[in-house]
């Protein structure tokens, strides 16, 4: 067997993405040693429990101390503390990476924070489920997916290589990219779909007692599709617009320029052109389909 | 064996519902023989084959001739035309039913051409896949989900509890509904989210070609979801909007206030506010969960 990719990875936050990466580092062998921290006792002392990390707390500096490679998963709001807890503790030469959904906030919020000698190199494995905690964590999340590096101009070509190292060891195929382009790309792809979905669960919400029951009993009509996405977690998903906040607003208004044109047709009772929009929408699912993301 | 509860079953259109219900009629032995009609001679010819009817043509009056229940599993669009050409071939006495998701438009299109002592008894499974023709079919769709029955007042009782018995039979479990209920509730559940989904799948195919194809590449982040259902057969939904346009306007008008507050929110950075919102759409999934809907 030949040795692993990293001596000691730290892992801060150890919820559904990053207990999933501790899975698949265990998995796979790429570590020595996996230490945690998460801001939740219970998620560190479960994590320990599972199996997946060798050591688990709740000080980010304490788990950060001697790792090669820490990776933060934790909500993009955190990234500012987290880079300033870690900073002091960071070892020279070390690389420090996230999967966070948004990528032009990282640099912004963490580089203030990290001493010189840190590589810094953002990701984002796009991959998840609507459930959070360590428990809910697989190693089977990553494989078939695509990981996103963007690497900030000058960065050293062979630490983004291992980085790619680890995600491809885990199963994805690797991507890079600018990171304001990947803000616009993951506005439409995951954010719209996310606030959409927040919106018209929300709206099943204000209906009275009585037909919110009955909205729920006959979920699997379309409605339960859309509950399954609101009910991934708050905190993470209240800062990603926070932070990528103008490319969501842009993507928006181009929906609630589709969505008014839509409603015309149908208060006018334009039959072809609904036809028209579901047959090039079906077009679209098709290429899902033969891209393998279905 | 128990006699089958029908001696012949006609179904007007072997689509993803009629030849699921074909399947489960065969399966359970519900009937003696069962017949379809499919305007796409091409559909009727494999449902032949599929051997999960026993004849198979493009006449629904042929079809219909001699049933004791005809079920029309067509786009809405094509009730009028359904129940003119099968008023003259119906026996004395045949329940005709159906499978659509708008219930008031049932009464007005099919009851003008329907002859004196023939029992209309609208339904509504709700069970579907995003998928379309005979081959999308299966048995298994029924069982677990929700039947609504909207037999109109006077209704023969012994005549709405055999439909009910058939899609009991099929594993389902029967609620009645008034038809102007049943269509304000199905609007929120089913028709706003596929509004919804057509919408913002439409919105990405209006996109410059590149950007288009990262969106599907990176689309289990979120978008797939709304790409299988907006992946559903375009005839069937521009028929439910054109039938149920008043109460999905009226949905659509909460929805659209509702995104307008949302976008208001992530403008001014208002945090608590997503935060509130997002805990609150968590706690309905988890409602959809405990109803065994998800």
Same mark, same amino acid.
């Given at each position: 067997?030949?040795?692993?990719? +990293? ?15 501790? *899975? ?5 062998? !790429?570590? *020595? ?22 050591? %688990? ?14 990776? !933060? ?9 987290? %880079? ?5 503790? !960071? ?28 590589? !810094? ?14 428990? %809910?964590?697989?190693?089977?999340? +990553? ?12 960065t050293?070509?062979?630490?983004? *290589? ?7 060891? #885990? ?8 990171p ?16 959409i979905?927040?919106?018209?669960v929300?709206?099943?919400?204000d ?37 990528? *906040?103008?490319?969501?607003?842009? #993507?928006?208004?181009? +929906? ?14 334009e ?6 929009? +579901? ?16």
């Open positions: 067997m030949s040795a692993p990719l +990293f001596d000691r990875v730290a892992i801060i936050g150890i919820g559904l993405i990053g207990s999933s990466l501790a *899975r698949a580092i265990k998995a796979e062998g !790429l570590a *020595r040693t996996v230490t945690c921290a998460d801001a939740n006792p219970e998620h560190a002392e479960r994590a320990k429990a599972l199996g997946i990390v060798d050591a %688990a707390g709740t000080d980010p500096a304490e788990a950060a101390a001697g790792a090669d490679l820490v990776m !933060l998963c934790v909500p993009l709001g955190a990234y500012g503390d987290v %880079a300033a807890a870690i900073g002091p503790a !960071l070892k020279p030469g070390v690389i420090v990476s996230d999967v966070g959904s948004v990528k032009q906030a990282v640099i912004r919020d963490m580089a203030p924070h990290l001493p010189e000698g840190v590589h !810094l190199v953002p990701g984002h494995p796009v991959a998840g489920t609507e459930k959070s905690g360590p428990e %809910a964590g697989f190693a089977g999340l +990553f494989p078939g997916r695509w990981c996103i590096l963007t690497p900030p101009p000058g050293d070509e062979a630490v983004t *290589r291992k980085v790619a190292d680890l995600w491809r060891a #885990c199963g994805m195929t690797i991507e890079r990219m600018d304001a382009h990947h803000d616009r790309v993951l506005a439409i792809t995951s954010h719209l779909p996310h606030l979905a927040y919106t018209i929300g709206t099943a919400t209906l009275e007692d009585h037909l919110r029951q009955e909205v729920i009993k006959y979920s699997a009509s379309g409605f339960r599709d859309f509950t399954r996405i609101a009910g991934s977690d708050p905190t993470m998903w209240r800062d990603v617009f926070l932070n990528n *906040r103008e490319a969501v607003l842009d #993507c928006l208004q181009r +929906f609630n320029e589709d969505l008014t044109a839509l409603q015309r047709s149908i208060r006018r009772g039959g072809d052109a609904l036809f028209d929009l +579901f047959t090039r929408t079906r077009e679209i699912r098709q290429g899902v389909l033969e891209a393998r993301q279905a």
